[in-house]
């Protein structure tokens, strides 16, 4: 027994100890200290929603559900440490099951674990994962991990006809879709790709592969029933914004960054290229000497492993490794958008006349399918490679070498975020602010939270975040809904927020609009332009109650 534990732990030495320690290496400094974690579109606090017409309504209810037996504070780094560990853990299965299929490395040796390993650290050293991280966008990132999965398992169903592996797919892309609605586009021509190889093998003939695609749609639809029928019944804001807040605007705010065409497409191929960048919220990768060195040295490698997919190869192979490619052009040609003029006409037709793509307004997340791709064929490349007596008389030393050249891709993850993101716990009189409210009517009343904006910086935090306080305060909160951002004030068709700025623009000579919005508490934040609500105290129903280091709390006279 004592000898099986043994062999069971050396077993998992490399791919499961050592993505521990990457995760750690990244997550340490968060550990050590305690708080909250702060991004520009992510901001968690001790308060969780549960919309069941959201997507994230079976997320949040697990979080919510977990918040009774650990602190909110506590599950958001756990959180974020398991969208990591996921993307690892995708690249992984993705770099094996292509040694298994093209290798037939079925049982594998500690030399091909220790390569699979460190090629698996490519899904998650990237420009693209660490521009999305840093601008706290982890549902796109979870999004992304379970893409892996999912193309990992359809090349498993692909090679095995295995069915099994299809579930497992489905299940994979329902997640992808709880997280990130519009990854449906970027999966869509993945699935086309599998179901047009396994006609090649003539599967259509089969029964069990109709009754097995048709169970795996049953997943999809089941695991996402909740915000699926909302948007079926008109009940979702979804169908609202996408109908009519999204305009022509937003393709120019969100589109791939790049100063010209060919920059843009560079940057695309280099998995870079997401809009947030230029807002210079976070250091930007692309503004360090050098930094696209480590995947130039990863081109030789993977335009080896493209010439292998088709060397030697039955029709078969060839057809599916051409499909590949196909995608990987289209994907880069989407992801290009409105910025190049070859790529403008077809954006401008699926943003006018493909239900839903004009939810998709930022095409650079086409970039999600490109990365699953290059780790394909990387994987091809150099696991041939090592079959060389040179690379083969020197493992080890390879794969560290190879190691640090795809971390050095986006190095800057490790240690915090490059201590660019800090815990940071919420001011002592929020928290005293929010006692006091709730304490007062238990919350049958609605805070209205001032400054007005989507988007405010904090003194207690030092950068721009997304407004915290509805994550924050026990009763509900309006805050404002204006994302003030390229040319854009306020796309969110929110009627609530529609009166509060029509209040506002009257300095509050209409108190109807507060009493029907049942608005029993104004909390503005010292913040910004604080100060250009001093009309607030001129008002005769409006009443200041407590004056703080950070709030000023007015009560709304019945």
Not at 262 to 276: A, C, D, I, P, R
Not at 322 to 350: E, M, S
Not at 383 to 398: A, C, E, G, M, P
Request: hydrophobic share 50%; aromatic share 16%.
């Amino acid at each position: 027994m004592k000898v099986f534990n043994k062999l069971k732990f050396n077993r998992l030495s490399v791919h499961f100890w050592g993505y521990v320690l990457v995760i750690l290496a990244i997550i340490i400094p968060w550990l050590l200290k305690s708080g909250y974690l702060f991004f520009t579109d992510n901001a968690w606090g001790p308060n969780i929603n549960l919309n069941w017409a959201s997507s994230l309504f079976l997320f949040n209810f697990l979080i919510k559900s977990l918040s009774f037996v650990l602190p909110i504070a506590f599950l958001e780094k756990i959180f974020i440490a398991g969208v990591l560990i996921l993307i690892l853990l995708g690249g992984r299965i993705l770099v094996k099951t292509v040694l298994e299929y093209y290798n037939k490395v079925e049982n594998l040796t500690q030399a091909s674990r220790g390569l699979i390993f460190v090629l698996s650290l490519f899904a998650l050293f990237n420009p693209f994962v660490y521009d999305r991280a840093l601008y706290g966008q982890f549902g796109v990132l979870m999004a992304y991990g379970c893409l892996l999965f999912a193309v990992a398992y359809l090349f498993k169903t692909w090679q095995t006809l295995n069915f099994k592996n299809l579930y497992l797919a489905a299940i994979f892309s329902a997640l992808a879709l709880m997280f990130s609605v519009h990854f449906i586009f970027l999966f869509s021509p993945l699935y086309l790709l599998f179901i047009v190889s396994l006609f090649f093998k003539k599967v259509y003939r089969q029964k069990k592969f109709w009754l097995a695609l048709l169970l795996a749609v049953i997943i999809v639809l089941a695991i996402n029933a909740n915000w699926l029928i909302a948007l079926a019944t008109s009940t979702s804001p979804l169908n609202n914004f996408i109908a009519e807040g999204i305009t022509n605007q937003d393709l120019i705010a969100f589109q791939t960054s790049g100063k010209t065409p060919l920059q843009t497409f560079t940057n695309v191929l280099l998995m870079s290229g997401f809009w947030g960048k230029d807002q210079y919220r976070y250091l930007d990768l692309t503004t360090i000497t050098g930094w696209q060195r480590s995947f130039i040295l990863l081109i030789p490698l993977i335009l080896y492993g493209v010439f292998l997919s088709f060397r030697k190869r039955s029709p078969k192979e060839k057809i599916f490794s051409l499909g590949l490619i196909l995608i990987f052009g289209l994907a880069i040609f989407l992801a290009l958008g409105i910025k190049a003029p070859l790529t403008r006409g077809l954006t401008l037709f699926l943003y006018n006349h493909l239900p839903f793509y004009k939810g998709l307004r930022e095409p650079q997340k086409w970039v999600a399918v490109i990365i699953p791709i290059y780790l394909f064929y990387l994987t091809l490349g150099t696991w041939h490679l090592t079959k060389t007596k040179v690379i083969n008389n020197n493992l080890l030393t390879s794969g560290l070498v190879l190691g640090v050249i795809i971390v050095m891709q986006a190095s800057l993850l490790l240690w915090g975020f490059s201590g660019q993101i800090r815990p940071t716990n919420y001011p002592t009189d929020w928290q005293q602010t929010n006692t006091y409210i709730k304490s007062q009517d238990n919350c049958s009343k609605k805070i209205l939270f001032l400054p007005w904006h989507m988007y405010m910086s904090f003194n207690w935090l030092g950068n721009i975040v997304i407004n915290p306080a509805p994550t924050f305060f026990t009763c509900p909160v309006i805050n404002g809904t204006n994302m003030e951002w390229g040319g854009i004030y306020d796309n969110s068709t929110d009627k609530q927020g529609q009166a509060i700025e029509l209040w506002l623009n009257t300095h509050g000579a209409n108190k109807e609009i507060i009493n029907n919005l049942n608005i029993g508490y104004i909390v503005m934040a010292k913040e910004v332009d604080w100060q250009a609500y001093d009309w607030l105290g001129q008002l005769k129903y409006i009443k200041l109650i407590k004056s703080t280091k950070t709030l000023m709390v007015y009560e709304i006279e019945s």
